[in-house]
């Protein structure tokens, strides 16, 4: 998966505590959760497609702000396009998926993967 990700702008990882917060409240799978640790939000190209992945911190503030309990139960999102695509995970589904910010509603939801690293394949494979 390092090598999906070569090209993002890395971060130090998060804390445990703020790792802890998200799987209790959040319920956030492992995968997502590994890359925080190595990597709190990151940002930049996979291929030719621009991902911005949020931090430990702002995973809970952004999702509040953006009201996803509300338009979208059970998504929580942990980053975007740069535009006005959301990448969440479904936590009923238990699958990544997309969104738009604007209409955000789980009509508009689209799977991508099962996996973070297959995630980062599909948005590889956009280019």
Do not use: C
């Amino acid at each position: 998966m390092e090598n999906l990700v070569r090209n993002l702008e890395l971060k130090p990882g998060a804390a445990e505590d703020s790792i802890q917060l998200l799987q209790k409240e959040y319920n956030l799978p492992k995968d997502i959760l590994d890359f925080l640790r190595f990597s709190n939000g990151a940002e930049g190209s996979i291929g030719n497609t621009y991902l911005s992945l949020w931090s430990a911190e702002e995973i809970p503030m952004l999702n509040e702000a953006y009201r996803v309990i509300e338009f979208a139960p059970g998504l929580v999102i942990f980053g975007s396009d740069g535009g006005n695509t959301a990448y969440a995970y479904n936590k009923i589904a238990k699958v990544i998926v997309k969104v738009p910010f604007v209409g955000m509603s789980l009509q508009e939801v689209n799977q991508i993967s099962n996996s973070l690293k297959d995630f980062f394949d599909y948005l590889l494979k956009l280019s």
